[in-house]
């Protein structure tokens, strides 16, 4: 009896994880039927790919010079990316953007948010500069993870970058600590360090085959903030205050 459940344990375990990937991918594939259906639906009329019973209306409103560059935050403010102020910006709306865009611009083995990425900063970076760690990526919740190539061929988005994230820091870095020089933020010398640390830990885990180096305690964070919510920022933000 004992050898029967053992081998009928074995063939489960070797079954669930089969039954988790075929689910994963029949996900995918209707993600995919739906994804052609849309664009099918799209390109009907009169082959214009962008043109549907509103479409023609919010072109124009695109189109509107006064327009160009604005986005909405998921709380609807209106966020001027020609010139950031404090007033658009929100810790709430960093939060929820940060928690769904990927690190690496998504090329991991799993789904690795940048908000879990902040939160490993923010327990590695030294007493009184947490909060830099907490913060040190927040203006990727208004322009994305920009790739280290991508800003290698156009070094002017690290310049647009840093100076976004100072009107970020200047409005939520209570206790002054990162460098904000001339209106530009500035990496500390720890920042730089743990993010580096980060950087190469991260890589091991979440993309081997492109190298990285093994670090264990990288590795535990990882796995405790992997999963981590717009809500664990927030109170992990208000712990450092």
Do not use: W
């Given at each position: 009896?004992?050898?029967?459940?053992?081998?009928?344990?074995?063939?489960?375990?070797?079954?669930?994880?089969?039954?988790?990937?075929?689910?994963?991918?029949s996900?995918?594939?209707?993600?995919?039927?739906?994804?052609?259906?849309?664009?099918?639906?799209?390109?009907?009329t009169?082959?214009?790919?962008?043109?549907?019973?509103?479409?023609?209306?919010?072109?124009?409103?695109?189109?509107?010079?006064?327009?160009?560059?604005?986005?909405?935050?998921?709380?609807?403010?209106?966020?001027?990316?020609?010139?950031?102020?404090?007033d658009?910006?929100?810790?709430?709306?960093?939060?929820?953007?940060?928690?769904?865009?990927?690190?690496?611009?998504?090329?991991?083995?799993y789904?690795?948010?940048?908000?879990a990425?902040?939160?490993?900063?923010?327990?590695?970076?030294?007493?009184?500069?947490?909060?830099e760690?907490?913060?040190?990526?927040?203006?990727?919740?208004?322009?994305?993870?920009?790739?280290?190539?991508?800003?290698?061929?156009?070094?002017?988005?690290?310049?647009?970058?840093?100076?976004?994230?100072?009107?970020?820091?200047?409005?939520y870095d209570?206790?002054?600590?990162a460098?904000i020089?001339?209106?530009?933020?500035?990496?500390?010398?720890a920042?730089?360090?743990?993010?580096?640390?980060?950087?190469n830990?991260?890589?091991?885990?979440?993309?081997?085959?492109?190298?990285?180096t093994?670090?264990?305690?990288?590795?535990?964070?990882?796995?405790?903030?992997?999963?981590?919510?717009?809500?664990?920022?927030?109170?992990?933000?208000?712990?450092l205050?």
């Amino acid at each position: 009896m004992d050898n029967r459940r053992s081998k009928e344990d074995g063939q489960r375990d070797r079954t669930e994880p089969q039954l988790r990937y075929q689910n994963v991918v029949s996900a995918q594939q209707q993600a995919q039927q739906t994804c052609k259906a849309t664009l099918h639906r799209l390109v009907r009329t009169e082959g214009n790919p962008v043109r549907g019973r509103s479409g023609t209306r919010r072109l124009a409103e695109r189109s509107n010079k006064e327009e160009a560059g604005v986005m909405r935050s998921i709380s609807n403010k209106r966020v001027d990316l020609k010139n950031v102020t404090k007033d658009m910006v929100n810790i709430g709306d960093i939060a929820h953007a940060l928690a769904y865009i990927n690190r690496f611009n998504g090329h991991t083995q799993y789904p690795y948010s940048v908000l879990a990425h902040s939160m490993c900063a923010s327990v590695l970076m030294p007493e009184g500069k947490k909060m830099e760690g907490l913060l040190h990526d927040a203006a990727e919740a208004y322009i994305g993870d920009i790739t280290t190539p991508v800003k290698e061929l156009f070094p002017e988005v690290c310049t647009y970058e840093d100076t976004l994230l100072a009107v970020i820091l200047e409005e939520y870095d209570i206790n002054n600590e990162a460098n904000i020089v001339n209106g530009s933020y500035k990496k500390s010398p720890a920042m730089l360090t743990v993010d580096r640390r980060l950087g190469n830990g991260e890589h091991y885990v979440l993309r081997p085959e492109c190298g990285g180096t093994h670090d264990s305690r990288v590795a535990e964070l990882m796995e405790t903030y992997r999963h981590a919510t717009p809500e664990d920022f927030l109170r992990r933000y208000e712990e450092l205050l």
